[in-house]
Each structure stands twice: as structure tokens, then as C-alpha cells.
């Protein structure tokens, strides 16, 4: 199989269109827009966000690539036309190139690596479009690609169903909080109402020095905030040795993890429940336990209203949420005997939950094993 430079087989379209200058119903799509993967969840108008700053054209031929390193994960097959961020690259592929085979090419793990890699800049790095169109393209013929492409997207289109049952489980969660408590920011009830600093203790995670070897290691495992988002947090990649444990901040079982930095604000308030003891890092806050709140019915009201924690953010167009901050966000807090009748409600909305994470990781292993396999043509 041939090797080429992306550049010899695409296009990056990057001529420049003024807002002003387009239909009000133009679709705008920015990196907000792409999740990592590629699915676009929504999308804005011109009219609609009223961007000022010079934006690029792209069609259902285009493949968009997400250039800054926090979003390389980010590519994506408009169905739709529209204009996009600058920070968003539209690819056009040449006719020796199958569009679907180039997005999954770029989006693999491996490539995201490679991408990263090459990134410049010391605020935002980002992958300049020189850099991108020297990108190797293994370059099968185009039954074969269209073949690898087709075999991907239905390996994805299982896991996309196991995403959507969880979605619709988290939906169920949060319509059972909001018939028993109401509106947890409104609090259309009339219940009573603490902070979360007056409810419980609230821990800040920390990050041992990177350049020291023997903080890292297997003694117990070190949660980020992509981990967080589930019941309980995924494990983590990397954990901490005995004397990184020491140097760190551990959280016990039973407590409650939240992202109060983060690179968006839409990130800011994620929340997991621990099941295990777990070092964490900076980005995170830990609410530990205590007989004075139910952990279940305090995840449940940070989930339903995860505004709660992003009203405090002070970081503009990232997210920063300060632990006193953090402290004085004001939760629901009625008798404990309802909190613990809501547990029990959830209960086994939480225990489906759980069945289905633990296919949808069985569907992400058999779609990271696929992936790795078809661009080495063992497929």
C-alpha cells in the first residue's frame, strides 16, 4: 500500500468569509459544536451567535478538523453547508480519497498522538494547516477505503446505541429528582437550602511533580476530569505510586468528584460518585461523606442542575471554579429520609446504568481494536 502526503490527495479550503456577508440562517458550527469522535451535537446561526471575526465555508464534502491540541479529537462529516471557526479546518478530499476513510483516518488515536505532536504555541497550541497537509495518508484503493470506512462507522453506530440508552437513562434520573425536589436552581418547592460548604467537607485535588519519577506508578489509580461524567468516575490511565499517594490528595469511597476547571464551561460541574478510594487532580473537587447529606441525592441534584456549579465560574471562555466558591453553592437540602427515598427510587435506574457502561466499554474495546487492525490491512 502507497503513502502519501494529505496534500496531494486534499484540499484545505481556507478562504476567508465575512459574516456580514452571509444568510442569518447560515448554519455556524464551532468546536463547541464537535464532540470527540466526530458526532456534531447542534449547531448555531449566524444570525444566531453573531460572530464578527472572518469565518471559512464548508459543505457535506468537507471533512472538519478541530486544530487546537485540547480539540484534535474533533473530526467530523457534515451532513449539512454552513460556515465554521477558524479554528476548524474544512478538508476537501480529492477523488482518489474517500471522505469517511479520511475522517476515520484523522480521528484514530494514534493520529490525534501524531497531531498533538505537532502542534505550536504557548497559550493555545494548534496544528498549523503546513503542518496538516504533510500528514501521511496510507492510500489503499477506493473499494478498500470505502470498505474500511463502512466497517468503522458500524462498529460506531453500536456504540452510538448503548450512548443513546445512557442518555436516556440520565433523562429518567433527572425526571424522578425533579418530581420529588422540583427545580433545584428555582427551588419552586420551597425546601430548605444549605451550602455545599455548610453540608460537608470539600476537598482540592493536586498534581505530584511531573519530573519526579517516583510519584507515578500502580498504588492507586489518579482521576482527571475525563473521567468524570458517569455514575462513577472510568478508570483512570494513570495512577500514583505509595509516595506519590502521600504527596497527593485521596478521596474515599462514597465521595462525590466535580470539574471545577476545565477548557469550556460546559465542562465545568461534571460529577461521579467514587466507589473506591482514588487520588485526583487540581481540575477537581472533592465533596467527602458525611452522615449529613446522601451522596446519591447530592450527585442527583448536581446532575439535574449542573448550573448550580457553572454560575460560579469566573474563568470567561474556560471554566474556573475556586474551592470557596465551590464551597458556597447553594443545594437543596430537605429531610434526609426523602433524600434516602430518592436513593432508593434510582436505585435500579443506576444498576441498568451500570449493565449498559459495562457494554458500551466492551463496544469501545472491540471498536479501538477494530480501528488499530483495518490501517494496518489486517481487516
Known sequence: ?????????????????????????????????????????????????????????????????????????????????????????????????DRGYLARYLAQPSMVDFAASRTSGANLPRLSPTELVKFPVPLPPLHEQRRIAAILDQADAIRAKHRQVLSHLDYLTQAIFRDMFGDPVLNNRGLPQKTIGALTQVMTGNSPLRADSSNFGHDIEWIKSDNLGGDLPTRASEGLSLVGRKRGRVAPAGSILVTCIAGSPGSIGKASLTDRDVAFNQQINAILPTPRVNTAFLLGQLKTAPELIRAKSTGGMKGLVSKSAFKSVTVLAPPIELQRRYADRVGAVIRQRAAVQRALAADEALFASLESRVFRGEV
Open 1 to 97: 500500500m502507497r503513502t502519501v502526503e494529505l496534500g496531494d490527495v486534499a484540499t484545505i479550503d481556507r478562504e476567508g468569509v465575512d459574516p456580514g456577508s452571509v444568510a442569518p440562517d447560515t448554519v455556524y458550527i464551532g468546536l463547541e459544536h464537535i464532540e470527540r469522535g466526530g458526532r456534531i451535537i447542534g449547531h448555531d446561526t449566524v444570525g444566531g451567535a453573531r460572530p464578527t471575526s472572518t469565518k471559512f465555508r464548508f459543505t457535506s464534502e468537507h471533512v472538519l478538523f478541530g486544530k487546537l491540541r485540547p480539540n484534535l479529537g474533533k473530526v467530523s462529516r457534515p451532513t449539512f453547508a454552513g460556515v465554521c471557526s477558524t479554528d476548524i479546518l474544512p478538508i476537501r478530499p480529492g477523488r482518489d480519497l
